[in-house]
């Protein structure tokens, strides 16, 4: 079974800063790499799939990119409402255990 | 705008069964595989199991072990997850979700199951 291991687990960032998340897979899945949102009490959001294509109504500040087994979720200039837990799937329905971006 | 609606949920002693619907709008729900995904209580995300567009095809969590039975009513656009043998893990909230480019595209707003005495 193919592990996914995001990092860090809770990441303490400011409005308008840059905001970098990992999720590194324990063996090579191409670019079946999906990255969601989800706010507490919210059903979680798709953001990006196959690694760098954005969803339906996802702002241009999200950014995916990586294949094989590393991959990176990026923030460019962090909103307040960006601060929620992010989670990646690959291709077999497992998930990464999530990061946490709070607000600093 | 795709709507999924999800039922069915509420409290149920070990051992008890539940049948969760999810009702689909908005969307060609027969063009689309769906999935349950479930949360437990302030832990992340698990997906349960997924079913093709005609419901030939059904997936399961290996720790499910035959427990559970997606299936899937065209004609009405619903999507149905029965539970059996509930246990005090199952204890979450039930997703229901479709799938497209090996992601979940859109979900639901869940429905919460308690197992418990």
């Known amino acids: 079974e193919i592990v996914l291991t995001q990092s860090p687990a809770t990441l303490s960032l400011s409005p308008g800063e840059r905001a970098t998340l990992s999720c590194r897979a324990s063996?090579?899945?191409?670019?079946?790499l999906a990255w969601y949102q989800q706010k507490p009490g919210q059903a979680p959001r798709l953001l990006i799939y196959?690694?760098?294509s954005r969803a339906t109504g996802i702002p241009a500040r999200f950014s995916g990119s990586g294949s094989g087994t590393d991959f990176t979720l990026t923030i460019s200039s962090l909103e307040p409402e960006d601060f929620a837990v992010y989670y990646c799937?690959?291709?077999?329905?497992?998930f990464g255990q999530g990061t946490r971006l709070d607000i600093k | 705008e795709v709507q999924l609606v999800e039922s069915g949920g509420g409290l149920v002693q070990p051992g008890g069964s539940l049948r969760l619907s999810c009702a689909a709008s908005g969307f060609s729900f027969s063009s689309y595989w769906m999935s349950w995904v479930r949360q437990a209580p302030g832990k992340g995300l698990e997906w349960v199991a997924n079913i093709n567009q005609d419901g030939s095809e059904k997936h399961y969590v290996d720790s499910l072990k035959g427990r559970f039975t997606i299936s899937r009513d065209n004609t009405r656009k619903s999507l149905h997850l029965q539970m059996n043998s509930l246990r005090a893990e199952d204890t979450a909230v039930y997703y229901c979700a479709t799938v497209s480019n090996w992601s979940f595209g859109s979900w639901g707003q869940g429905t919460l199951i308690t197992v418990s005495s």
């Open positions: 063996q090579s899945i191409s670019s079946y």
């Open positions: 799937q690959q291709r077999s329905n497992i």
């Open positions: 196959l690694a760098s």
